[in-house]
């Protein structure tokens, strides 16, 4: 019996090479990815922005939840964040209808009786569906063009199916382009910009909005921003989308297609060498010049000031954050910490961070947080004077500890300025 917590080194990553990542490592290698959903109840919709709270991005908008009842309950927790309370109606199905698939007919009815009964109409009405109608195959899209037809308004579907989690596009990524397809073809404004990606908005002190200005955009369209429904199709303008989300690329490229929006890409990043020579090829690609500096230094003044107060402190970094746990951790190194523990599920892509940190820390251990082994874990051990995210957290309960989780989302050097500033607290 294995009484030892999975785990590698990146020097071992490294070599092994990223055609041949652990299967332990791997989320559709396992049974169930169990954690960290299981510090958010076990539900893709309990905390954060799930795919419930997500598909009620756009303003107006309610949801009719087709499910079993075990499959709805957790909604309740959805239904009880502020703003939310009245937008979630149910269909549920009995033991028929997950053999025979009768509850689709019943369907276009549910969403006229929803329009019916509100005293507002609602500018659209998402379905969302469940892994039961991935399993019967259900066409979603035939579904609700015939409750739009039933109810006069707008009908989206948007997917709540686990089963495709790990596949080439995921419930993330298909209900960021069901909130985006009510757009439509609109006269296009050269100084109007949209920022896709995330379901809340940049924090107020990001610089990216800043820098957008001084280029002349007069307009920056973030859904989460978006007052009303009118304001919502007034995205349809933008002379181009960024996107700071890999997850939102499938809805640019839908918006490219059908508005002829084109995109460009960000990437949140906590380097500041990295995030400088980013912002030098964004305002390259749009033809014009930016002056970051002042951004930049203070970013690295909030670096320096943490470690001269703190030193090499060691830093346990784990997957539920605001970051991508393999270019944080790697930026935290470089900033001269110590970085003993990853706890995070590795993709191809995070090869690129991993090469560099087996250059530079080639012992930091890698921990999955989907192997069962992980209840052998010692959270006594002290492998760590702070820990980031939530479920480095429940490795390591009695240390100090910076969720950074937060709704409004960190990006570029305001990114890394409050991660310190938070650090700072964390160690008051």
């Known amino acids: 019996m294995i009484r030892e917590p999975y785990s590698i080194s990146v020097r071992e990553l490294n070599e092994a090479g990223q055609g041949n990542i652990p299967e332990e490592l791997v989320p559709a290698s396992q049974l169930i990815y169990s954690s960290p959903a299981t ?30 009842g075990c499959c709805g309950r957790n909604t309740k927790l959805v239904s009880e964040i502020p703003g939310y309370e009245d937008r979630f109606f149910f269909l549920l199905m009995d033991e028929s209808d997950i053999v025979n698939g009768d509850h689709l007919a019943r369907v276009p009815d549910a969403v006229r009786e929803v329009v019916e009964y509100l005293d507002e109409k609602p500018s659209v009405v998402m379905i969302c569906g469940t ?9 979603w899209d035939r579904v609700c063009r015939k409750a739009e037809e039933a109810s006069g308004v707008p009908v989206r579907p948007c997917y709540m199916y686990a089963l495709t989690r790990e596949g080439r596009k995921p419930p993330m990524v298909l209900v960021r382009k069901a909130i985006y397809s009510l757009l439509e073809p609109a006269k296009r404004d050269s100084r109007t910009v949209n920022i896709l990606g995330y379901f809340s908005p940049l924090r107020d002190d990001c610089e990216l909005y800043d820098i957008l200005r001084k280029a002349g955009v007069r307009q920056i369209n973030e859904i989460s921003r978006c007052e009303d429904y009118e304001s919502y199709l007034g995205m349809s303008k933008a002379n181009f989308n960024i996107v700071l989300n ?16 084109p995109y460009l890409e960000l990437t949140r990043l906590y380097q500041t060498d990295k995030i400088a020579s980013q912002y030098k090829a ?6 014009v010049k930016l002056d970051d500096t002042g951004f930049r230094a203070a970013a690295e003044e909030a670096v320096r000031s943490f470690r ?3 030193g090499e402190i060691s830093i346990a970094v784990g997957e539920m954050l605001n970051a991508n746990a393999f270019e944080l951790s790697l930026a935290l190194i470089k900033y001269g910490f110590k970085v003993p523990e990853i706890y995070s599920n590795i993709s191809r892509e995070d090869y690129v961070y991993i090469r560099h940190l087996a250059e530079l820390s080639p012992e930091t251990r890698v921990y999955t947080n989907l192997s069962p082994t992980m209840l052998h874990y ?15 957290e429940y490795y390591h309960p009695d240390c100090h500890n910076v969720p950074w989780n937060e709704e409004k989302q960190p990006f570029g050097y305001a990114g890394v300025t409050g991660l310190f500033e938070k650090m700072t607290e964390a160690l008051a």
Do not use: Q, W, Y
């Open 39 to 68: 510090l958010a109840f076990n539900s893709p919709g309990a905390t954060g922005f799930g795919v419930k709270r997500a598909g009620l991005a756009v303003p107006g908008s309610v949801m009719l939840l087709v499910a079993p």
């Open 282 to 287: 964004f305002a390259g690609s749009i033809g």
């Open 378 to 392: 010692d959270c006594s051990s002290a492998a760590a004077d702070l820990t980031l995210g939530k479920d480095a």
């Open 308 to 310: 001269e107060k703190h």
């Open 246 to 261: 890999h997850e939102a690329r499938t809805a640019a490229d839908d918006l490219a297609a059908r508005l002829g929006i």
């Open 131 to 139: 892994c039961v109608d991935a399993l019967l195959g259900t066409d």
